[in-house]
């Protein structure tokens, strides 16, 4: 049974350029979270997804956006890159009921 | 307001002693709490969760965690660390079970070494 799929694994974008990074979630789960991860510290939420719409959104800036598709993959888009943007992006799937399973992350270098 | 509180931000200790990682937390009614382990590079790994019943979880890899409600706690601990053991450890936070809004609190992270 495949966990949770994220792409692409690594990647580097130059400043002011915009960035789209994709999760699939685990079978039979339907919300997707995604959380930023920067050096030395812990993950900090981004914002939720669940039935194609953003249930719950954290500290983030609007340059933040993302989207849910149907099949319940996802996608988190950045735009007007910043340095400090650089980070490892890590999604995680759930269960409405709870319980939450995280994928490798895609590691984002901005430069 | 909700946090998570690891006070311990490096930890080294010898393989084969024990293992104690600290995590205080701050939230409105009984959390779900969870433990992590995270290799260099890679994703979250759930060593662990803690919901109600037994307040001694057992985990994957030889772990457990004492979940405190009068200290607001849920220490992670192992008898005897392996060198594999090497990581970061993250505790975090999250609604209760079947809350339909479940983002987790993440603490900053303890790293483990681990002496030969």
């Known amino acids: 049974d495949a966990g949770v799929t994220q792409s692409p694994t690594h990647l580097i974008k130059t400043r002011g350029q915009q960035v789209t990074l994709r999760c699939s979630p685990k079978s039979g789960h339907d919300t997707v979270s995604w959380y930023q991860q920067a050096l030395g510290q812990g993950p900090q939420f981004i914002f939720q997804y669940y039935e194609e719409e953003e249930r719950q959104r954290g500290n983030f800036p609007d340059r933040f956006s993302g989207h849910q598709f149907p099949n319940y993959s996802s996608e988190l888009n950045v735009n007007a890159l910043l340095l400090g943007d650089s980070a490892l992006y890590l999604c995680a799937s759930s269960p409405d009921t709870g319980g939450y399973t995280f994928g490798s992350g895609t590691r984002l270098t901005v430069v | 307001a909700q946090s998570v509180t690891q006070p311990d931000i490096h930890i080294t200790v010898s393989e084969g002693a024990s293992l104690e990682l600290r995590c205080n937390y701050s939230y409105g009614a009984t959390p779900y709490l969870f433990w992590y382990v995270q290799s260099p590079g890679q994703g979250l790994q759930l060593l662990l969760k803690?919901?109600?019943?037994?307040?001694l979880v057992q985990g994957i890899k030889g772990f457990e965690a004492e979940f405190k409600r009068s200290q607001s706690s849920f220490n992670l601990r192992k008898p005897s660390v392996h060198w594999s053991d090497a990581a970061e450890y993250f505790c975090a936070v999250g609604p209760p079970r079947g809350s339909t809004l479940g983002r987790l609190y993440f603490g900053r992270g303890t790293q483990l070494t681990v002496w030969p």
């Open positions: 803690y919901f109600s019943g037994d307040t």
